[in-house]
């Protein structure tokens, strides 16, 4: 079913839109929690918080991109339960993906620093954009979908520390483009 109709279903209120994006989406969103996560258990009860989600937010929000979005949703729900699991100190399987960023991207939520996170939007969507397609989408698999660099490497038939390297160059770089834009670290 297109992802148009499957919207439409949603504004209808019509419950077969569940069942559809479930049905064309589930393994693509459930990959994306797992990946966070690493628990099947917790990725079953994400999906269906994603299901929900999108019911309750759908309308007024109508999606372009029904992907995108359900897997925004589905990354976000995935997060915030590892946050919560960590902040328990119950589940560290995330832990290497968010502190190998963590030199690179500021912290915190003031009023100033929403206005200053916006503006590191804006940067990191131009640095993103003036990257190679390849580069763009080693980025986007290791610290979006949180691919491992195992699998990552073995894709690219690379060595392990090959694409290490690679990922640590690319960090540079955004560290080195967040610097030049005056952006506080």
Known sequence: MEDRTIVDL?????QRAIT??????????GTVAERILGC?????????DTWLAA?????????????AYL????RNLALSRFRFYRSKKRYV?????????EDCLPGGRTPEQELEARELVRVLRDWIDHL????RQLFVRRYWHGVPVKELAREAGVRQNAMTQRLLRLRV???????????EL
Do not use: H
């Open 20 to 29: 559809e994006a479930a049905e064309k989406y589930g393994g693509y969103c």
């Open 71 to 74: 897997g925004r949703l589905t």
């Open 40 to 48: 099947p258990e917790d990725t079953e009860e994400i999906l269906n």
């Open 55 to 67: 019911w309750n937010d759908i309308p007024p929000s109508q999606p372009q991109c029904l992907r």
């Open 93 to 101: 399987g995330m832990e290497t993906l968010l502190s190998e960023l």
């Open 132 to 135: 190679s397609a390849g580069e």
């Open 10 to 14: 949603f504004i209808q209120r019509n």
């Open 173 to 183: 770089r955004l560290r080195t483009r967040l610097e030049q834009e005056g952006v």
